[in-house]
């Protein structure tokens, strides 16, 4: 069987899955998450994620070796064109997709809903990004509130980040493809995730991170971490610092890895860049072209 893509125009077979999906699920909606653990491992179906690359592109400024996101270009077309591909998202049938695909699927609807939030906000500046976002476990007011609906289900951030990436895969590489909209949030990059390449992408996010003196500060034999790890030790590394510290070792390159060769404990002290990624610009008109690399085109994945 051939891998076909997903789009807004599904295929019949995939319409009744679906529908039969989210009747059955509207009956149980609860905050059981335990669903979304399923996947299918023959499923060689793919959704396309074009259109994220395109997002990201369009958004992003270089300057100085950073990069920022400029979210005052999301109103009126550019906006909609994020809100149409997180429908998009909202429209497949997940539990029917191979463990990767599901992967890179929840990633990107993370992902996209926080761009949104954000470019929506009428906070330009996102000085209270911290009380918004919150901790793992005591999420603020945007991680709590319900905003996607997959199969019927109506999730919360601080769900699909907890109990649903976190939960389902167990992989500490998961925590560096999310989206926070601050500085110290693990991601980088103008590429949405694919079910081809997502392994991949988020290995790289990890060693990017792990290398970055702000995120992992070795002093003699005691390692400070960034507060995405440490918020995270229970669920990643099962509460155990040994873990974490062999995770580090495991990205750690260059200087960073000689001086994590003789460290042999994580300090209780950790620390976190709440600083936005919002590129602050002059005032100036923009347009949203919907060409490639500055938004892309909507086709649905087609």
């Not at 499923?43 to 920022?68: A, P, W």
């Not at 003196?213 to 030790?233: D, G």
């Not at 600083?275 to 087609?302: N, V």
């Amino acid at each position: 069987m051939d891998s076909k893509y997903f789009h807004p125009r599904m295929s019949t077979f995939v319409n009744l899955a679906l529908l039969m999906m989210m009747v059955a699920f509207s009956a149980v909606a609860k905050t059981d998450h335990s669903q979304w653990a399923k996947h299918n491992p023959q499923e060689t179906q793919t959704v396309e994620h074009k259109d994220m690359s395109s997002i990201l592109n369009f958004l992003t400024v270089t300057e100085r070796g950073k990069d920022s996101l400029d979210y005052e270009l999301l109103t009126g077309p550019a906006l909609a064109y994020v809100q149409e591909y997180k429908a998009f998202l909202e429209s497949i049938p997940v539990s029917l997709l191979n463990k990767d695909e599901q992967l890179a699927y929840w990633l990107n609807l993370h992902n996209v809903t926080v761009i949104e939030k954000l470019g929506s906000s009428k906070s330009r500046s996102l000085k209270r990004i911290k009380d918004k976002r919150g901790e793992p476990g005591k999420p603020g007011d945007w991680w709590s509130e319900k905003l996607v609906t997959v199969e019927g289900v109506a999730l919360s951030l601080e769900e699909i980040e907890q109990d649903i990436l976190f939960a389902h895969w167990q992989d500490p590489l998961v925590a560096y493809g999310l989206i926070y909209g601050v500085r110290g949030d693990g991601f980088a990059g103008k590429q949405g995730f694919t079910g081809r390449n997502v392994k991949s992408q988020l290995a790289t996010l990890a060693k990017e991170f792990v290398n970055q003196r702000s995120n992992v500060k070795v002093s003699r034999n005691k390692v400070q971490v960034s507060s995405l790890l440490a918020w995270n030790i229970d669920t990643l590394f099962d509460g155990d610092d040994q873990k974490l510290l062999a995770h580090l070792k495991d990205y750690a390159s260059g200087d960073t890895a000689k001086r994590l060769q003789k460290a042999t404990e994580i300090n209780k002290k950790h620390k976190f860049s709440w600083t936005s990624d919002a590129y602050k610009r002059p005032r100036q008109q923009t347009s949203f072209s919907g060409e490639s690399g500055g938004g892309g085109s909507y086709g649905g994945g087609s």
